[in-house]
């Protein structure tokens, strides 16, 4: 495992192939995974756009790469096209097959009031979901410092990314982000620099800390007990921003942990260090 991961990050940092990120000459892309599209040597970095947002670009070893989050919703045999804008005129699309990535389907069994939203609360679902789509639409030019995440509290990780979940036996959305469970009041840590970009309170994931990396990559932490750091501030990778909770739909305590690449949540597994 600590070896898979070892080439996870490497693939980020040096343009090697590996399960995760497919090999520079041939990209092709699976739902919830990251792909990294090779743009050439141009002297200035072109801009890249999936689906009208920006990516990451980086360059690696003279190369200018983007790094593109794909949506788990983006459906096996089909295409989607990256946009590639080389400035004074000159565009480029190139599609990016997509393959089938399997992910585990979960069962689970809660209280009814938990499951379903009550017709009062439909209009504040509403307006969060504005707000919180606008929040991960931000993209900051300056480039993060590290690729490689710090796990945010230690634990088992009980839920895993991408679980078609079954709850009260009706389809759910899948989830969207990696779950570890830790005792209440568990210190949370920023898992890599950043700025505070969103706290806030939501229906679904409680109490909430969104932070901003650069280049549209965002960590999202939730179901926090207390929150220990406030919107606008710069914090270092490890420093303490809260504590683990049940805030939220939350049925115990635990960390809801969420990476996002271009507005995208993608496996967190693919940045985290190796344990």
């Not at 080439?7 to 041939?26: K, Q, T």
Request: cysteine-free; charged content about 20%; overall charge positive.
């Amino acid at each position: 495992m600590q070896l898979r991961h070892a080439i996870f990050l490497a693939s980020l940092a040096a343009g090697v192939a590996s399960p995760a990120l497919s090999a520079p000459d041939a990209p092709t892309a699976a739902p919830g995974r990251v792909v990294r599209v090779p743009l050439g040597t141009a002297d200035a970095s072109p801009q890249a756009y999936l689906e009208g947002r920006r990516l990451m670009v980086r360059r690696e070893k003279g190369e200018w790469i983007a790094l593109a989050g794909i949506p788990l919703s983006a459906k096996a045999r089909s295409t989607l096209p990256v946009e590639i804008d080389y400035g004074g005129g000159r565009r480029v699309v190139r599609k990016l097959p997509i393959v089938d990535w399997k992910y585990r389907t979960q069962h689970l069994s809660v209280p009814a009031d938990q499951a379903d939203l009550p017709p009062e609360q439909f209009a504040r679902y509403q307006e969060e979901r504005v707000r919180f789509a606008q929040v991960l639409s931000t993209f900051s030019e300056a480039s993060p410092a590290d690729l490689a995440l710090l796990q945010p509290v230690a634990g088992p990780r009980s839920g895993s990314f991408g679980s078609r979940r079954i709850i009260n036996g009706m389809p759910r959305s899948p989830h969207g982000g990696l779950d570890i469970a830790a005792p209440e009041g568990t210190p949370i840590v920023a898992a890599a620099a950043g700025r505070v970009l969103d706290v806030g309170e939501y229906l679904f994931l409680g109490r909430t800390i969104v932070l901003d990396h650069g280049q549209g990559l965002l960590t999202l932490y939730s179901h926090l007990s207390a929150v220990d750091t406030a919107a606008g501030e710069t914090v270092a990778a490890g420093a303490p921003i809260g504590k683990v909770g049940a805030t939220g739909r939350a049925t115990g305590p635990h960390l809801h942990f969420s990476v996002y690449l271009n507005a995208t949540s993608v496996d967190p597994v693919i940045f985290l260090r190796p344990e």
